[in-house]
């Protein structure tokens, strides 16, 4: 079987063995400590983590594997489209950092810009767009 390659945008400056690990304040909403880690399986979704984590470094994409048991992100899942297409998960137990992916573009500034407009219109709704 093949081996799924998984990745995990943030901001934070992480080498390889790092482990990520829930407990810890979310880059996300209202910055609660975190329950779960989340990550993907596509590079799209990843850059978006990169883009909106919380934080003043640069966006960074790592490669991570997860140590433990995992679910499909319910933020995501069955919302705007059935199944799991962004192939997006979470996990109460930690991701390992086996690399880093260097050379990935960003979303266009109007397209970012759209982005964090709509999550500002949710928090003002009072939806928060993670579970943390």
Known sequence: MDEQTFYHGTKADLEQGHLIEPGFRSNYGQR???KYVYFTATLDA??????????????RIYIVEPTGAYEDDPNLTNKKFPGNPT???????ALRVVGEVMDWKGHAPEQLQAMKDNLQRLKEQGIEAIQN
Request: hydrophobic fraction near 30%.
């Open 87 to 93: 192939e997006s998960y979470r996990t109460k137990e």
């Open 46 to 59: 990843a850059t978006w983590g990169a883009e909106l984590a919380a934080g003043e470094g640069r966006g």
């Open 32 to 34: 609660n400590t975190a």
